[in-house]
């Protein structure tokens, strides 16, 4: 069974500093994704990665970063944390090819509130 | 105009209905699609991937209308369980499988 796991269930920091959340999944995945849900707006992709080193913007990168030094651990980095960041964070992988119909999975998610 | 778009509800079902949820996409290159299932505090988990030729897991059945640019999600026999918010989700990048997500409906099945 697929586990995609996320550093922290809930998360409170404080605005301008730098935080991480970190994602491990233990099935392989060459992808993989950072999401933010928020209400009324869906989940909406900030970075993903195809491979190790490897990172591609979303929808809404300003003010994250990524990083992937290994195949299992993707991290999201807000570099000066603000109040607007406060959201619900999801972790996902994929395992490449094998037709466009294999599933995300996802982590349980990273409530992050910023003060 | 959203990429994806879905009544957001609540649908509030007696348990045992039969209850429909529609969604559209905008792009009509997009070339798979996706329910998933997200329950209260809880990640989304793939419910089931949508054909075109219409497909069906027990209760439930999924159609595709490339056409008209929408998918469907049909539950028969609705149990308690089933209470959760339904997603609608198309790839939108084939190479690099970038998913797009609804805002989802929110079905509450009422004993």
């Known amino acids: 069974d697929v586990k995609v796991t996320q550093s922290s269930r809930y998360l409170v920091k404080r605005t301008g500093e730098k935080v991480f959340l970190e994602c491990v999944q233990d099935m392989d995945h060459e992808n993989m994704f950072w999401y933010r849900q928020d209400p009324g707006l869906g989940l909406r992709l900030i970075y993903f990665s195809y491979d190790v080193k490897m990172k591609e913007k979303g929808d809404i990168p300003e003010g994250y970063s990524v990083s992937r030094e290994k195949k299992e651990r993707f991290s999201l980095i807000l570099e000066s944390a603000s109040t607007n960041q406060t959201s619900m964070y999801l972790c996902a992988s994929r395992k490449a090819g094998g037709g466009s119909n294999q599933p995300q999975h996802f982590g349980d998610g990273t409530r992050l509130s910023i003060l | 105009r959203k990429e994806v778009e879905q009544d957001p509800g609540p649908f509030n079902v007696p348990e045992g209905a039969t209850v429909a949820f529609n969604c559209t996409y905008s792009n009509s290159a997009s070339q798979s699609f996706f329910w998933y299932r997200q329950d209260c505090r809880k990640e989304p988990k793939l419910l089931m991937s949508?054909?075109?030729s219409g497909n069906e897991d027990g209760r439930f059945t999924a159609q595709l209308n490339r056409a008209s640019q929408y998918i469907s999600l049909l539950i028969r026999d609705s149990k308690l369980s089933d209470s959760a918010t339904y997603l609608c989700v198309v790839l939108r990048d084939f190479g690099n499988e970038k998913l797009t997500f609804g805002t989802g409906t929110r079905l509450t099945i009422i004993p």
């Open positions: 949508v054909y075109s």
